[in-house]
């Protein structure tokens, strides 16, 4: 069930995951990078659109232990994690080291304001913008249009989205031919991460490949669902798909 494509990429789970450096990202006109983790990867099952969006992004990240684990016991192969605040870091030092430009799309004032005031520190030469969308399930045409507006009067190298999964990836998705941005991806607790609202699991809970449990320390409430239920659905998928390959294999050398 799966099978290693090509050398950047992983076919895990029916997904094209990345492995390979964020060095080595693909070179195109426009650049729609996603993410998956054991719950996105729940909530695509439930959500036809939504695995629609990450299958058609140029780039899948393994943003989560349970994708790296799921390669490795189901294909066989190494996958490195790359979190969303990974690939914003290098994508921020790179847009640094070239005088290039981001825009961030999403959150609160409140928050965007405390990004810029941290980027103007660490990145002085990025050029930042952003706009905070309306809080709601379902944005309507007149907010698409001034998401739309606000991105392309930036035109930005690249348009950081962060909306929480799914409704991000898939205004992202919908929304790429009409954004004027090199590069498109969603990132969603990165923003709060960087301008500090939520406190990442430092990099000891990273190393040790623990960052969903210092999650859920830090946020029992909102993230026991997301890691604990899911947890255990995500694990019935990959008992699934194992078994399911285990057949194919026996049925193919019989």
């Known amino acids: 069930m799966t099978t290693k494509t090509v050398d950047s990429e992983v076919l895990c789970l029916g997904y094209p995951i990345y492995n390979s450096s964020l060095e080595n990202l693909p070179v195109k006109p426009k650049l729609l990078v996603s993410t998956i983790n054991q719950y996105s990867y729940c909530i695509s099952e439930e959500d036809a659109v939504f695995k629609n969006a990450l299958l058609e992004s140029d780039v899948i990240l393994p943003d989560g232990v349970g994708i790296v684990a799921a390669a490795k016991w189901l294909n066989g192969v190494s996958v490195k994690k790359i979190a969303g605040a990974d690939f914003h ?53 007149e907010d698409n249009l001034k998401m739309i507006e606000a991105v392309n009067a930036f035109q930005p190298d690249v348009l950081f989205v962060g909306m929480t999964a799914p409704k991000q990836e898939k205004w992202s998705h919908a929304n790429k031919d009409l954004l004027d941005a090199k590069i498109i991806c969603s990132i969603g607790a990165v923003f709060d991460f960087y301008a500090g609202t939520v406190e990442r699991p430092n990099k000891i809970w990273q190393d040790l490949g623990l960052e969903w449990l210092g999650r859920l320390l830090k946020e029992p409430k909102r993230m026991a669902k997301r890691y604990i239920y899911y947890g255990g659905v995500f694990t019935k998928h990959l008992v699934k798909a194992k078994f399911s390959s285990n057949k194919k294999l026996e049925a193919t050398v019989s």
């Not at 990004?115 to 930042?128: A, Q, S």
Request: with cysteine; charged share 25%.
């Open 89 to 141: 870091e290098f994508q921020l030092k790179r847009l640094n080291e070239i005088h290039g430009s981001c825009f961030y799309l999403g959150a609160s004032n409140e928050t965007l304001a405390k990004i810029g005031e941290r980027l103007k520190v660490d990145y002085p030469n990025v050029t930042f913008g952003s706009y905070s969308p309306p809080y709601k399930p379902e944005f309507s045409e």
